[in-house]
């Protein structure tokens, strides 16, 4: 059995929190800087801000949080971005999509678990810039605890100088933790964000890690903490630099068809969005992640 943690769970359910206002007040200030290239002339986008609820069978509350989702942005096409903390009992299937540890001794006879983290997806207006994905999260059940997470690069016109910056950056604030880390989560998430059925990968990759428990929770909830810290300043001078490029129908046609890619992982493989539907997180938080627009050919 594990302890009950409840320093460590608010330490890390704060952290979350306190990332998710970082990112949403950067993202705004794009919209707001946002003065020159296409749909400059347009009003800053904003976030819509609204509170999700959980509650267990027998109506109890089972935690929640906040989910964030700006649309139609002059930047941003669409952008979630959520932070939550949720609690309760995990049923069968849901013990099997929570994480890639499966099989926990102890969990079928206390399925007891605390999950809390932040999850972002943003789909952008301007093909040249890419799309992007973050999250980050720690879990706890009485028989075990980890963390998770990473974020990675999604580009339909792939800019090689932008791939090379979005990973020096990661890899930047993952060595101090050990240089053994970049390159370990940067071929996790190479292997964890291809498509099988397409062949291919989901983007250009960045890095990803599960179950990660070295049995020190100061020194995981560090380079949990850095994973999060390293997302702003990979990404957000790739926006500054594509979002004033013209685009031309050809590119967007492009973008409409990685977004098709973009949603079959998510509603096929992506562990996040079966354990948020198997444990009745709000459907539309869990969802957030899908384009507003995507194509088929």
């Keep these: 059995m594990t302890e009950t943690f409840d320093t460590e769970k608010t330490r890390a359910s704060a952290w979350f929190r306190e990332l998710r206002d970082q990112i949403v ?14 749909l400059a002339d347009a009003a800053p ?9 959980r509650t267990s069978e027998d109506g109890s509350d089972a935690g929640g949080g906040l989910m964030s989702v700006m649309r139609g942005g002059r930047v941003f096409e669409k952008i979630g971005v959520n932070v939550s903390t949720v609690y309760g009992t995990l049923g ?3 013990q099997m999509a929570m994480a890639a540890r499966k099989g926990i001794p102890g969990m079928k006879d206390d399925p007891r ?6 999850s972002l997806v943003a789909h952008m207006q301007n093909p040249h810039c890419p799309a992007v994905h973050m999250n980050t999260r720690m879990f ?5 605890w980890w963390f998770g997470g990473g974020s990675d690069l999604n580009p339909c016109i792939e800019y090689a100088e932008d791939t090379a910056h979005f990973h020096a950056t990661q890899k930047s604030h993952l060595d101090p933790h050990g240089e053994a880390h970049y390159p370990r989560l ?23 890690m599960d179950d990660h428990n070295t049995g020190d ?7 949990t903490q850095d994973i999060g810290r390293a997302f702003l300043p990979a990404f957000v001078p790739l926006v500054e630099k594509r979002r004033v490029q013209d685009w031309s129908d050809a590119d967007k046609d492009a ?9 079959e992982y998510n509603l096929v493989y992506d562990r996040g969005t079966k354990f948020g539907l198997e444990t009745g997180h709000d459907a539309n938080a869990v969802l957030m992640s899908l384009p507003p627009l995507a194509k088929w050919v």
């Design 25 to 38: 007040a950067s993202f705004e200030a794009l919209e707001d800087s946002h003065s020159n290239g296409p």
């Design 45 to 53: 986008g904003r976030f819509d801000v609204t509170e999700t609820k």
């Design 92 to 94: 069968e299937r849901a």
């Design 113 to 118: 678990f605390w999950a809390s983290g932040i």
């Design 140 to 144: 706890w059940t009485p028989h075990a």
């Design 186 to 208: 940067k071929e996790w998430a190479d292997e964890y964000f291809y498509v099988p059925h397409r062949g291919r990968a989901r983007g250009v990759g960045g890095i990803f």
């Design 217 to 223: 929770w100061e020194k995981d909830f560090a380079l």
């Design 255 to 263: 973008q409409l068809i990685h977004r098709g890619l973009y949603a």
